[in-house]
Structure formats: structure tokens, C-alpha cells
């Protein structure tokens, strides 16, 4: 396969983009806001000037273009169900951006974290393996499933929701509106609402009497030995652990994989705790276990790229 691919990954935020060569190798890359408040239009539009930009950067022919949209995605129509967070509802993006694109080129549209899971898939920690679950801590809990080499989708694209397993049904209240969600502790919120029930309950902390509290103060304190940011992080591996072993009892994964903001920066304080409750609560059928890993995919823009260079 010659050429480039470009993968664009839709934020709420920020739209990230970048040309990527069929081994996986980023040799351009932009980034721009998203301004979601503006309408999909708006945000389309700007999509199809950093793709066009890109483009005209590369004296490459395109041979694609893969999308990674946050949400409820409908692949085969390249239609975004729902996006709650940029205030989409049955937006046909596929079928916008190859009308306002000056080339004629495949467009794929996919929910980001599935894109993700592809990316890690060809390139990343998820080679050479057909089984595994990435996970991705940051404001919620993301994740996606790749079973006997193949995204996992379900009915209607919402499978392998790890953020809204209910692990706590008396816990405290999640932004979906239900109670003891996942994320409602793994997470960067649900790191900082776990520290604070750790703070009233009257363990010594550098971190006590703070008016705000950020992940990064609670990581910077857990690796100075603070008590309370440990526990803290002790009852993110606690948790991490329990999913994992949920997600093996229904897919039996290889690998677990961690990304996003959060699970990086934590990964090496949650890891052994996480794979001790895992071995603890995982089913003795599993026994070999499986492995826990840190992402290994350069850019979000990469797993949108893999869309295309998956054919």
C-alpha cells in the first residue's frame, strides 16, 4: 500500500489530525478547536480544512481519510447516532465530509475509542494479540473491546461501556444519572471525590484543607508517600482490578490495555494493586491471566488513520 492516510480524532474540544504512512508513522501532523457550541456544520467545516491542509502539506497520495468521533456511531452509514458532549444528533458525517472534500477519497467514521482500539491493533500495545480491552482514564472512563481480531460494536454501538459498569450500587452518583458507575472512581472527577472522602475521614494529608484539588496534585502526592493520596490511588487499582476481571469473565482478553491522560500518568501507581484484585476476583478458567499494559499509539489521530490502512 503507497500513500498516506489522514486520521482526524473529533474532541469536544479539539480536533486533532495527522497523515500517517501504512507502518503507522506520523509525518504531519495539526490540531485545531473544535468550538462544538457552533454547530456540526462549523465543526465539519473546519474538519475538511485540516484534512485538505494536510493534504496539500504531503506530495503523498491520499488514500483515505478515518474519523474518530466521541459517541454513539453507526459505522456502516459513517452516521454519529448521538454525541452528548458536542450536542450532536444524527449527524450524517460521512456522507458531509465527502461532499465538501476537494478529493475523491474514502471517508470511515467510527466511534474514538473503537478507533483507538484499532490503532493499538496495527501499531501499538494490541499487536499480535486478537483479544484485548483498552481502557482509558481521563474525565471518564472510555474503553473498547477487540475479540478474535475484531471491534466489538453490539446492537446498537454501545458494547464494552467499562465507564458505566454498575460496581456500587449504593455509590455515588455518576453524570449519567445512575449510582456506583465505574468512572465514578476511575477517572480524573473520581479520583478527586475519592481523595475527599479519604481527607474527611481524617487521614493526614499535605493535600488537607485544599479549596481545589487536581489529579496532578494527588499524583504528586502519592509519590512523595502522602497517605491520603495513596489510599486514594490504591482504590483506583482496587477498581481497575475489578473491571478487568469483569471484562474477562464476558471476553476473556489477553491484554488489558491503559490509556488516556490519567491512566498514563498513573499507571505505574495502580498497576500491581489493579492485577492483584484481578488475580484475586478473575475466574480460575482464565488462570494464565493476562497481561496489563500502557498504550503505546503516539497520537488519537493514529487510531483514526487505522480505520483506513485496515481497508
Not at 469536544?12 to 462544538?36: E, F, L, M
Not at 471525590?193 to 499535605?206: F, Q, V, Y
Not at 496489563?292 to 485496515?310: F, I, Y
Request: hydrophobic residues 50%.
Amino acid at each position: 500500500m503507497n500513500g498516506i492516510a489522514i486520521g482526524v480524532d473529533v474532541g469536544a474540544t479539539k480536533i486533532a489530525s495527522a497523515a500517517v504512512t501504512p507502518q503507522g508513522k506520523v509525518v504531519a501532523a495539526r490540531q485545531t478547536r473544535t468550538d462544538a457550541g457552533q454547530g456540526p456544520d462549523a465543526v465539519i467545516a473546519r474538519m475538511v480544512t485540516e484534512i485538505e491542509a494536510l493534504a496539500s502539506a504531503r506530495n503523498e497520495t491520499v488514500i483515505g481519510v478515518g474519523i474518530g468521533v466521541p459517541g454513539l456511531v453507526n459505522p456502516g452509514e459513517g452516521l454519529v447516532i448521538r454525541a452528548v458532549n458536542m450536542g450532536w444528533q444524527e449527524v450524517p458525517l460521512r456522507s458531509q465530509v465527502q461532499e465538501r472534500l476537494g478529493m475523491r477519497v474514502p471517508v470511515y467514521v467510527e466511534n474514538d475509542l473503537r478507533t483507538a482500539a484499532r490503532g493499538e491493533a496495527m501499531f501499538g500495545a494490541g499487536r499480535g494479540v486478537k483479544d484485548f480491552v483498552l481502557m482509558t482514564l481521563g474525565s471518564g472512563l472510555g474503553s473498547a473491546a477487540m475479540v478474535d481480531g475484531r471491534v466489538v460494536h453490539g446492537a446498537r454501538f454501545f458494547a464494552s461501556e467499562a465507564g458505566h459498569l454498575a460496581l456500587d450500587v449504593n455509590g455515588r452518583r455518576c453524570k449519567c444519572g445512575l449510582k456506583g458507575c465505574a468512572e465514578t472512581v476511575l477517572s480524573g472527577p473520581g479520583l478527586i471525590a475519592e481523595t475527599r472522602e479519604i481527607l474527611r475521614a481524617g487521614i493526614a494529608s499535605t493535600l488537607q484543607d485544599r479549596d481545589t484539588l487536581t489529579p496532578q496534585d494527588i499524583l504528586y502526592a502519592a509519590r512523595q508517600e502522602d497517605a491520603a493520596a495513596l489510599a486514594a490511588m490504591d482504590k483506583l487499582g482496587e477498581w481497575l482490578g475489578i473491571v478487568m476481571a469483569t471484562a474477562s469473565a464476558w471476553l476473556n482478553p489477553a491484554r488489558f490495555i491503559i490509556g488516556g491522560g490519567l491512566g498514563l500518568a498513573a499507571f505505574d501507581l495502580i498497576a500491581r494493586r489493579a492485577l492483584a484484585e484481578y488475580g484475586v476476583r478473575a475466574l480460575a478458567a482464565s488462570e494464565d491471566g493476562a497481561e496489563l499494559v500502557r498504550s503505546q499509539v503516539e497520537s488519537s489521530a493514529v487510531g483514526a488513520a487505522a480505520l483506513v490502512l485496515a481497508g
